[in-house]
Nanobody
Framework: QAQLVESGGGLVQAGGSLRLSCAAS????????MGWFRQAPGKEREFVAA????????YYADSVKGRFTASRDNAKNTVYLQMNSLKPEDTAVYYC????????????????????WGQGTQVTVSS
């Protein structure tokens, strides 16, 4: 059974950094765009970043552009989200997800475009 498992979340002070990992098992996701989303209490799940299946194209929400970097290692079936200059408003549960269509040429950014989801990892940024 395919599974995505996030790790790397935690508590960090504003201005600090965290690196999230998303390890896939049960099948390979090397042919799929992988996305990162987050959900803060009382808010809807929002797009954060995505990286295409080849790893040569990324897309970011305006709120994280210049601070977050998505990457992937298809040999390890793992994607990463490097988060720098963290702000209290980055506090949320972070989820990774796999595009429901392989080899998509355009990076998609809405939750319905993704089918497999991880369980999430909590990121808390203190001021």
């Amino acid at each position: 059974q395919a599974q995505l498992v996030e790790s790397g979340g935690g508590l960090v002070q504003a201005g600090g950094s965290l690196r999230l990992s998303c390890a896939a098992s049960g099948r390979t996701f090397s042919s799929y765009t992988m996305g990162w989303f987050r959900q803060a209490p009382g808010k809807e799940r929002e797009f954060v970043a995505a990286i295409n299946w080849r790893g040569d194209s990324t897309y970011y929400a305006d709120s994280v552009k210049g601070r977050f970097t998505a990457s992937r290692d298809n040999a390890k079936n793992t994607v990463y989200l490097q988060m720098n200059s963290l702000k209290p408003e980055d506090t949320a549960v972070y989820y990774c997800a796999a595009d429901r269509r392989p080899y998509r040429l355009v990076v998609v950014t809405t939750p319905p475009d993704y089918d497999y989801w991880g369980q999430g990892t909590q990121v808390t940024v203190s001021s």
